[in-house]
Structure formats: C-alpha cells, structure tokens
C-alpha cells in the first residue's frame, strides 16, 4: 500500500518513523465498530495525535460512557499504530468534551446514505424536551420527508432513538443529539 | 481529590450500578417492546457511568475499577436503599425511575461546578446521556400521573429518595442487596483471581 511505502521512507528520513498526518490517515480508515460506515475520525472521538521519539500518544473520547465498542475502538488504533511502527499510547478521556457536534460532516452524509439518520445540531434544543423530539425537526433519511414521529427515546445501541417516516412508511433509526 | 468527593463518587458510582441491574432485569419482560429497549439501554447507560466514575475513585485509592464494583462485600456498597429494590411491577419501577432521575440531575447539577475539573467534566458528559433519561421518566409520568396505582407507589418511594441526595439517610441497606451480590459477583467469584476481562 502508498501508505506504507511513505512510512518507510519518511523513517529513513526523520527522527520519528511516522508523521501526524500519516496517524490521522490511519485512523480515519478504521471503522466504527457498531456503525460501520464510519470512521473514528467521522465520529469526532479522536481527540488529539501526538507523535514523540516513535511513540504514538492518542487522546480519545468515548461517545456514551456504557458503549461496549470502547475497547474495540481502543484496541484497533494501537494496533493500526503498531502496523505502522510506532509504539502507541492511547488515552481515553472521560471529559465532557464530545458531543454530537464533533461528527464530521462526511460523517453525516456517509450515515445519512446508508439509512441512519444524523443527529441534529445541538443549537436547534432538539435533546432538551419532549415537544421538539416529537416536533417535525427530523428528517427521513430514505425519502427527506420531516413527517416523522418519534418511536422510543431508545433504539438498539446507546446512541440511537427509533424514529418513523410517515410519508414512505420506513422505520429508521435517527442519532441520538446529545 | 479529597475524602468525601471519592465517597460522593463511590455512593453515585454504586447507585448507577446497582439501579443498572434492576433497570436490566425488565429485559425481555417489560409489558412493551419499546420498553425492553428503553430499560435495557437505560441499564447499559447507568453501568456504564457507574464504571466511568469507578475509575476515577480507582485511581486515586490504587485499585480498578471492576474490583470496586465486584469484589466489595455487600455492606461495603454504599447505595441508597431505593435502588436495591427488586420492583417487578411496572408502576413501582416508573416512580423509582422518575424520582430517581429528579435527584439524579440535582447532583449531577452540583458535580458539573465541582472545582476538580475531572469530577465536572465526567459529570457534563454522564448529563447528556441522563437528558434522555430524564425525558422518558418525565413521558412516563405525564402518561401515568392521575393512576391511583402510580400515585401511591410514588408515595411509598419518595421518602426512599431522599437518601439519594443525603449521605447520612443512606442507612442500613435492605436484604435485597445481598441477593443481588450474589447474582453480580457469581461470575467473577467462579474465577481465579488475577482474570482478565
């Protein structure tokens, strides 16, 4: 792969076996474990990259504090790292730095594209009351309809409420804002 | 961070554990499809801030985090009694749920000022998952408010609740924690020490 044929030349060059650039490259194809049609660079869970003497320091942020795809996630940037030849550090930070925000744009089209509908931006409230949930504000992924209403609050994994499109009669599964 | 925050942390930390599994106990059996969804993943949230916030009281004593939340003898839990309760009736379970979440964000409240940016910045994070909480117990309750069924089972639980926010009304913990204990540890107690998860 290009990839790699850079990585060797650039640690023949440098001090550090591989680029910043090169981890977020890297990282950017490994899939979320759960909702495979994003990266965790989509996701916005990637905090920061650090490269330093060939050790590799990750910061980042899991998206709900119960999500079981946390070690996954964990285990496949060290492993990406290491393929790469650097030794990584991966540091999960519980702080209250991510929200939905921090999914990429990419991130909202490639989820919008395979039929999971995006979260909405948290300057339109649309986590804070019943009213706005059940208020045409969402978005039928399959057909762009906003006649959709609110199935349950919960869905299949923590992240995503059931929603339902009453224009082309499709359940979808619709971002949690949080 | 002090004494009494890792206590504070450690009383949350074991509320959120314990009422993770009562909540995951309606898995399969709630009286609606969307309600095994919704508790099942209201258990997997609370577990999951349970966990987050063992951590950090983890670190500071030199322990982790499964080791606080498994290998304690029951008395050693510091939960308020109302989340030990087996409630198998769904009226019961809406008004723990309501009262608990009405608490829940008051603490959750306080600790998002805290002047240790970790307990803040972990409790900012656990809020946004508990916002959705808080709106399926308040659905919930607008739905069930004039049933004289819901209404007496709020009435025995809310003098429960007031330990959830006081560390002095906590109190003796009710025989049901310890059954409990022996369902939650039974796994981890059938292994050698030193297994890794």
Sequence with gaps: MGGDDDGATLAARGDDVVTEEQIWDALAEIPDPEIPVVSLVDLGVVRDVAVENGSVRIEFTPTFLGCPALEVMRDAMAERIRALGAEPDVQVVLDDSWSTDKITRAGHEKLRASGFAPPAPRSAGTATSLVQLNAALFRCPYCGSTETTLENLFGPTPCRSLRYCNACRQPFEQFKTI | ?197
Excluded at chain 2, 82 to 104: F, S
Excluded at chain 2, 106 to 114: E, G, H, I, P, V
Aim: proline residues 4%; contains cysteine.
């Design chain 2, 1 to 197: 961070m002090n004494a009494r925050e890792q206590q504070l942390l450690l009383e949350i930390a074991d509320d959120e554990l314990i009422l993770g599994w009562r909540d995951s106990e309606w898995t399969g059996i709630a009286p609606l499809l969307e309600e095994d969804v919704a508790f099942s993943s209201i258990a997997q949230n609370e577990i999951g801030h349970a966990r987050a916030l063992y951590e950090l009281v983890a670190r500071e004593r030199g322990t982790t985090a499964d080791e606080l939340a498994f290998d304690r003898s029951p008395e050693d839990y510091c939960c308020a009694p109302i989340v030990e309760l087996r409630l198998l009736d769904w009226e019961k379970t809406i008004a723990r749920h309501y009262l608990y979440e009405e608490a829940d964000a008051k603490r959750l409240d306080q600790l998002k000022r805290s002047e240790d940016p970790e307990i803040a910045g972990l409790a900012g994070k656990i809020d946004r998952e508990e916002t959705y909480h808080r709106l399926h117990a308040q659905m919930w309750f607008d739905r069930l408010q004039d049933e004289p069924r819901f209404t007496a089972a709020l009435d025995e639980l809310r003098p429960l609740a007031a330990a959830l926010l006081d560390s002095e009304l906590r109190g003796e913990h009710t025989s049901e924690l310890a059954e409990l204990w022996e369902e939650m540890t039974m796994v981890r107690r059938s292994q050698p020490a030193g297994t890794t998860w």
